[in-house]
């Protein structure tokens, strides 16, 4: 799977930085996220429980921050397991970029799936993805709007 993306943020990037490198506000946001352990600056563990299609898994994973270049890009490599239902493993290299006092995120996904979740079907991955992506962006603006009231006005 291959997803790109671009989100306009409405917090300077500096806000934006340090809030996509807080575990607090990533267990927050992440859609369906029960755990998240920030195991040292550069490294997370984190349980996620997702239904994709008729598949429900409960995923256990790692994450690591590579090619940091603060407060401007990153690459996130993980992978996870969710059982029988299968895994998923891949990165996604993310660029934060000021415009005015907004930011715009832009990432670029490569992942790939096994197990039954890849009898799921190409179609259905990426609509879920994709679906997960706008509400991680949903909740991540929601959070940065409460974090700074005057933002909200």
Not at 31 to 40: A, H, M, T, V, Y
Not at 44 to 54: E, F, R, T
Not at 139 to 146: K, S, T
Request: contains cysteine; glycine residues 10%.
């Amino acid at each position: 799977m291959d997803m790109t993306g671009e989100h306009r943020i409405s917090a300077p990037r500096d806000v934006v930085w340090q809030a996509l490198n807080d575990d607090a506000v990533l267990r927050e946001c992440i859609p369906g996220c029960s755990e998240l352990e920030k195991k040292s600056d550069t490294e997370l563990s984190a349980i996620v429980v997702q239904k994709i299609g008729p598949v429900k898994a409960k995923f256990a994973g790692d994450v690591e921050l590579t090619n940091i270049n603060a407060p401007e890009s990153y690459t996130i490599r993980g992978e996870g397991s969710g059982g029988v239902a299968g895994f998923a493993k891949g990165g996604a290299d993310v660029t934060l970029a000021e415009d005015g006092a907004e930011t715009i995120l832009s990432y670029t996904v490569h992942a790939t799936v096994g197990g039954k979740l890849a009898r799921l079907g190409s179609r259905l991955i990426d609509s879920t993805a994709r679906k997960l992506a706008a509400q991680f962006f949903d909740n991540f603006q929601a959070h940065l709007n409460e974090a700074r009231p005057d933002a909200a006005e």
